[in-house]
């Protein structure tokens, strides 16, 4: 088999490249390790920048999101005891808008397999080789069978985990990393959001969010030891936890019920550098993972495929490089400062075990800066809702 770009992984980094290639007119091949219900199956993000929406639209993947998507003009604070509304349109002209990320991955595998692309599923032993030469190529094991797929260029888009960054000698890539003292605990529920637009919570018992997926779909998450288990939180124990979290009003309009997904994700900075190795190029969770607090993950991964696309259409249509050799800069511009947000926003607000109270006080004070000064307030709202790309 030959195509011009093999991706590795069919998150949404790899299928939202795919079908951006595919709209410049270059051809690509996506391998993805597991079954697309596994796939579908990975609860996640939530939040789009207007950046990332804009993108679903320009590959034909955004119908369902403007008539499903929840477009929110501002975000809640709360810190003792009350709740404090930052205008991000008011700061910005900009939205955010609510969708998850199974919804966004649904969209491009309809797109994808709508456009006639070849995408191999339950793909084993993945492998790219020789992109040090002007010849690369990705091996895989389907069905007991082995393959090899010819290319002019590998996309790895296959997560934190994945076997693309593995496959870099050590010598050429320095990696940056921040493990924080704790985890979120995430529950959805068929319940109505508590408040129509999200709380982030800074209480001293620890981080509470409140988010949703519809108007009839919640999302919640509390910090919690790293070492829990989620065996040790009932539904009851979970409620009860995010009710204490709360200011007075939501705890008592929360409305509760079975949890249909709950899980713990640990929370972690990690930056790879460079973005590019020879005829390899990394994109998204693949080179760098934020905390979610700042609901970034997916957005870079969509500005990471948009600057690797546009320098490979200009290679293609124009025969230059240039793009490509500026990818890896480009993108990580882009990357810290999403990186810095995220671990300030982390840092603001949740309690960290190994910190006393004068850690905790600093805390609330920047909180009550940020709610009463526009100039902190609109640093915060453009950055949420996203840098320009
Ligand atoms: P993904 O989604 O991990 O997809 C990588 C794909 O590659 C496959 N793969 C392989 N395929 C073949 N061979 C191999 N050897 C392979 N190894 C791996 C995997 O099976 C998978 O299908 O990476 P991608 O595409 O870069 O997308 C990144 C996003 O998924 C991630 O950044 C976000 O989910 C992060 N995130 C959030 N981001 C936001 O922008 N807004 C949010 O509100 C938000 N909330 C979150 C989040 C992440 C969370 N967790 C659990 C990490 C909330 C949570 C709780
Ligand atoms: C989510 O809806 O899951 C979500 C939203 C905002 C965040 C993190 C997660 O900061």
Redesign the pocket.
């Known amino acids: 088999m030959r195509t011009k770009v093999a991706i590795?992984?069919?998150?949404?980094?790899?299928l939202l490249l795919g079908q951006l290639l595919h709209t410049f007119g270059v051809d690509n091949i996506i391998?993805?390790?597991?079954t697309p219900d596994y796939?579908l199956g990975?609860i996640?993000?939530?939040?789009l920048e207007e950046g990332t929406v804009s993108l679903l639209d320009q590959v034909g993947a955004g119908a369902r999101l403007h008539q499903e998507g929840l477009v929110h003009h501002g975000v809640e604070l709360a810190f003792g005891g009350a709740r404090h509304r930052i205008d991000m349109h008011a700061a910005t002209g900009k939205t955010v808008t609510i969708y998850g990320?199974t919804e966004v991955t649904l969209d491009l595998m309809n797109a994808r397999k709508a456009a006639g692309l070849t995408s191999v599923y339950s793909?084993s032993d993945?492998k790219p080789h020789d992109f040090d030469t002007d010849h690369p190529r990705v091996t895989y094991v389907k069905d007991g069978v082995s393959h090899e797929i010819a290319c002019d260029f590998i996309a790895g888009?296959?997560?934190?985990?994945?076997?693309s960054r593995a496959s870099v000698p050590a010598s050429a890539i320095t990696s940056y990393e921040r493990v924080y003292p704790f985890g979120?605990l995430?529950i959805l529920s068929e319940t109505p959001p508590v408040s129509p637009e999200l709380i982030y919570n800074n209480h001293e018992r620890g981080f509470a969010l409140c988010t949703m997926r519809s108007s009839h779909r919640s999302r919640y998450?509390v910090q919690c030891p790293l070492d829990d288990h989620v065996d040790q939180w009932s539904d009851d124990r979970f409620w009860d936890e995010l009710k204490r979290r709360l200011d007075q009003k939501a705890a008592d309009e929360l409305v509760t019920g079975p949890s249909i997904e709950k899980?713990i994700?640990p929370l972690r900075s990690f930056v790879a550098e460079p973005m590019r190795f020879g005829r390899m190029f990394l994109?998204?969770?693949?080179s760098h993972i934020v905390p979610?607090t700042g609901?970034?993950?997916?957005?870079?991964?969509a500005s990471d495929v948009h600057y690797l696309s546009q320098a490979l259409r200009e290679y293609y249509d124009e025969k230059s490089s240039a793009g490509l050799d500026g990818y890896s800069a480009r993108a990580l511009a882009r990357v810290w400062k999403a990186v810095r947000f995220s671990w300030w926003m982390t840092s603001m607000l949740h309690k960290f075990p190994d910190e006393g109270e004068f850690a905790a006080r600093i805390q609330i004070a920047e909180l009550d800066y940020l709610v009463s000064s526009k100039a902190a307030s609109t640093s915060l709202s453009e950055n949420y809702v996203g840098l320009p790309f």
């Open positions: 590795i992984g069919a998150g949404p980094s790899g391998l993805e390790r597991q796939v990975r996640r993000a939530g939040l990320q793909a993945v888009c296959d997560g934190f985990h994945g076997v979120w995430g998450y899980s994700a994109a998204g969770d693949a979610p609901a970034k993950g997916l957005n870079l991964a």
